[in-house]
């Protein structure tokens, strides 16, 4: 136990979490190479939504973004976050892609990558690790944390242990709903680094409140490396604030070793860029506080507004509280999955289904059978066969890798956009988003990026196209099934309004994916 590292998360997950990954690179530039100065165990500047937000409202090439940080971090190394098979879009992609993607991240400067699966299902995570190794890259495997009768300081250590033995260089634990508490963060980091060799790093938000504490008690276990965000951008959806954590160390034996006057510095840079997004509305007050009902009901903050969210536009608020305990049933009908993006988004909207419908399952959208099927992987505990077969009927389960299933696509996506190719990446950018990018290659082919870039709500894909399963029916549940599907899928902004024949569902921020619920 010694010096603790912090890695910077200003440049991804601080402004993800609190203004819907909006920051613009010519933002982030002028303050990279005092970044750099800081002496930082790894600055986070990729990955997560920014690929998708960069190209959807910035009009922004990610690729050209990491080589421009990377031209001015010259000391420090940068990070990314991966979603394992999922890369960052929205579905399992073929290995041939998972393993491109890799080596061009590497070579384009990505030094770090940490790859998550959202079951925390290894199998998920093994090409991405595998791959980052081979580049060269540091391949950090990540445990997404939860609370469930099955989850237990066992599972968690042996979780970390498969993933040592898999090639990871390091350990992430991802708090994505700030449910980690200080005494249990004490234990688990105790039980962790007890069954494996390599560093271990927390990743935590500030939502529930119990952050900072968190941090404190972890770093008395041994923890290596925390994630945290420099103050103006800090708290609230984002990670606890980097400089009291520093001060809070000094004179320490887990003394960080960062200047407080150079922090100082790098926030004066970003204090009034904040007050700019409070102003303008893209930064939302409530996103800056504290929800500590996540600790009551040990589902992430932004879910518990979704589903009030859904109920207040169906007329059905007085369901709050038979969604709020069906939430934690479909849970454990569903083997116990981790709360983060998909599996929140898929929990929830069966739960408001289930209650709306006053018939369990009796509107499945097709995220929920796909989990049941095991199209998104192994669950931490076996699916009754009761819920298999009221769900899938005959229908055969998924036992193998689900990405196993899935032909080479690179060559067929290459000349699907073979006339819009500038650049290698560019196949990869249309394989994650082909919609969103083709879009943003034609304005770059006619010289139109230089316009001011959209600031509408992204718009949801048609409901027959987001839920290619429907039977056609047009009922009511089945449309409002499709929109959600749809705006999953679209990542659709909060606020945001779809009409359906007798609803009217309003998106909320869980359901973008990695912006409340990394």
């Given amino acids: 136990m010694g010096k603790v590292g912090i890695t910077e998360t200003i440049l991804r997950d601080a402004h993800q979490s609190l203004i819907a990954t909006r920051m613009k690179t010519e933002e982030m530039l002028p303050i990279v190479e005092k970044l750099d100065d800081i002496g930082y165990h790894s600055l986070e500047a990729w990955g997560g939504a920014t690929f998708d937000s960069c190209i959807r409202f910035l009009n922004e090439d990610p690729w050209e973004r990491l080589r421009k940080i990377k031209d001015k971090a010259k000391k420090t190394p940068l990070q990314m976050l991966l979603r394992g098979q999922n890369l960052l879009g929205y579905k399992h992609y073929a290995d041939d892609v998972v393993e491109y993607f890799v080596q061009k991240a590497v070579a384009n400067g990505m030094d770090i990558i940490r790859i998550f ?246 509107m499945v959208p097709k995220e929920s059978k796909g989990v049941v099927k095991g199209e998104y992987g192994t669950t931490p505990a076996p699916i009754s066969e009761e819920i298999r077969k009221k769900i899938l009927g005959d229908e055969e389960a998924i036992t193998c890798r689900p990405a196993d299933l899935i032909e080479p696509e690179l060559d067929k996506i290459r000349e699907e956009i073979k006339d819009l190719i500038e650049q290698d990446e560019d196949v990869l950018t249309y394989a994650l988003l082909p919609q969103v990018a083709k879009k943003f290659f034609e304005m770059r082919k006619n010289g139109t990026l230089d316009a001011p870039a959209e600031e509408e709500k992204p718009a949801a894909k048609a409901p027959q196209e987001a839920n290619a399963d429907s039977n056609g029916e047009e009922e009511n549940e089945d449309e409002l099934a499709a929109v959600i599907s749809a705006a999953i899928a679209a990542e659709a902004e909060p606020g945001t309004q779809y009409t359906v024949r007798g609803f009217r569902q309003v998106v909320s921020p869980w359901v973008l994916s990695g912006r409340l619920n990394r």
């Fill in 117 to 362: 699966d959202a079951l925390n299902d290894p199998r998920n995570m093994e090409t991405a690790i595998q791959a980052c190794i081979k580049e060269g890259g540091h391949a950090q495997g990540c445990i997404s944390y939860t609370t469930s009768p099955v989850h237990n300081l066992e599972m968690f250590a042996n979780d970390a242990k498969r993933l040592e033995d898999m090639g990871a260089n390091s350990i992430c634990i991802k708090d994505m709903a700030g449910l980690l508490k200080p005494f249990d963060a004490y234990e688990l980091i105790t039980a962790i680094k007890e069954k494996i060799k390599i560093p271990v790093q927390l990743h935590t938000h500030y939502t529930s409140g119990v952050a900072s504490m968190t941090y404190l008690k972890a770093i008395e276990a041994g923890v290596d490396v925390v994630d945290t965000a420099i103050s103006p951008m800090a708290g609230g959806t984002s990670q606890p604030a980097t400089e009291p954590l520093v001060a809070s160390l000094q004179g320490t034996k887990h003394d960080t070793g960062l200047d407080l006057v150079k922090l100082s510095e790098i926030a004066a840079y970003f204090r009034p860029m904040k007050d700019k997004w409070l102003e303008s509305g893209l930064l939302n007050p409530k996103m800056m506080g504290v929800d500590a009902n996540a600790l009551i009901y040990q589902v992430p903050g932004g879910m518990l507004s979704n589903l009030v969210s859904q109920l207040q536009q169906s007329n059905a608020m007085d369901k709050y509280e038979a969604v709020l305990e069906e939430v934690p049933r479909v849970r454990e009908d569903f083997g116990f999955p981790p709360l983060v993006t998909p599996s929140s988004q898929i929990v929830g909207t069966q739960a408001v289904f289930n209650v709306l419908m006053g018939e369990r399952y009796k």
